[in-house]
Structures are given as C-alpha cells and as structure tokens.
C-alpha cells in the first residue's frame, strides 16, 4: 500500500450478510481504519441522523456508509463523508422499476442499455443518497446520474466512482474527494 492519503477510501468485503454479525464486523472495521491513521479506539458508538444515516458518535474523521447484497456486506471507510452501494445483478423487471423509480433521462438510458446499466444507475443513486445521509427519503426520480447517456463522474460538488469489481455485482463510490480505493477482505 502506497503512503496514505487523506481522501483516500477504504472498502471492507466481508462474505455473507447474517445481520447478527454487522456490529461486530463494523467495529472490527473502524478500528482497523481508524489504526492505519494512528488512532486507537477500542469501541465506536454508533448513532443515527435526523434521516437515519449511521455515525460514530465520537466522529474522529472516521466516516462510513455499509450496504449488503448477495452474497456480501461491504463497509466502505473514509476520514470525509461517505455513500456506498453495492447491488448484486438479478433477474428483476427492471424495465418497470427504472420507469418508476428513474429520472427520465436515466430511464431512456436504461431501455437502450439493459439491466447491467440499471444496477450502475441505482448504486450511483443509492451512495449519493446515503452521502447526502437522505436514504430513499427524497425521490430518486429528482436527480438523475446520467450525462450525454453515460454514468456521470460528479453530482454537484461530489465524486461518483462506479466499480466493475465482481461479475454480477455493481458498486459505487461517493464523497467529496476521492484518490485511492482500497478493498480489504475481511472476516
């Protein structure tokens, strides 16, 4: 690993998603973050925003935004806010989802794209969303991802990173800076 960077961000892959185990994965995951900078806590307090967006209480620059799908749950770490999604590809209506749920723009981008460029879109949305800390609280239809029929790099004064990481899995990166991404197995 390369001399760490403030803006860099680190993604925790752990296998399976029993949610009896996301604490103790989270926690084991702060402070191997937290330790790389030279912080040494021995236990975070986790608390909730006005829209539900999890923190540490005694923040640190420590920032992280969880997300699980198929066969994993990830934890993405940054010392600034962060949103994170992954989605794993699956054999969904997504013609009828994209045109509920889509901005127009990204609709017509799904029609002529197909089902993987769904899943991009949503990750794009989803970390955005969890960046902003509103969830699926403000519509998704509000805002579109989509520039000239491509995923966009930046929403606003953010950085959007999508991921090709994992056939049969999207993932998406969102926070102010971005310099490095690393993915760190863990158990």
């Given at each position: 690993m390369n001399t760490l960077n403030f803006y860099d961000v680190f993604v925790y892959i752990c296998k399976g998603t029993d949610p009896s185990l996301r604490n103790r994965r989270l926690q084991k995951c702060a402070r191997h973050f937290a330790g790389l900078y030279g912080d040494e806590i021995?236990?975070?307090?986790?608390?909730?925003g006005n829209y539900g967006k999890p923190y540490f209480s005694e923040n640190r620059g420590v920032h992280y935004s969880?997300?699980?799908?198929?066969?994993?749950?990830?934890?993405?770490?940054h010392k600034e806010p962060i949103g994170?999604?992954?989605?794993?590809?699956?054999?969904?209506?997504?013609?009828?989802?994209?045109?509920?749920?889509?901005?127009?723009?990204?609709?017509?981008?799904?029609?002529?794209?197909?089902a993987n460029q769904f899943y991009d879109i949503w990750c794009a949305k989803e970390s955005y969303l969890k960046y902003i800390g509103m969830g699926l609280r403000q519509p998704m239809k509000d805002f579109s991802v989509i520039e000239e029929?491509?995923?966009?790099?930046?929403?606003?004064?953010?950085?959007?990173?999508?991921?090709?990481?994992?056939?049969?899995?999207?993932l998406c990166i969102c926070a102010e800076k971005i310099i490095n991404i690393y993915f760190l197995v863990y158990f």
């Open positions: 021995n236990c975070y307090t986790e608390k909730y969880i997300s699980h799908s198929g066969d994993y749950w990830m934890c993405a770490f994170f999604d992954i989605q794993e590809h699956k054999a969904i209506d997504f013609i009828n989802i994209a045109k509920h749920w889509y901005h127009p723009q990204e609709y017509e981008t799904v029609l002529e794209k197909g029929n491509k995923l966009k790099n930046r929403i606003l004064d953010t950085e959007l990173v999508n991921i090709s990481r994992k056939p049969g899995y999207s």
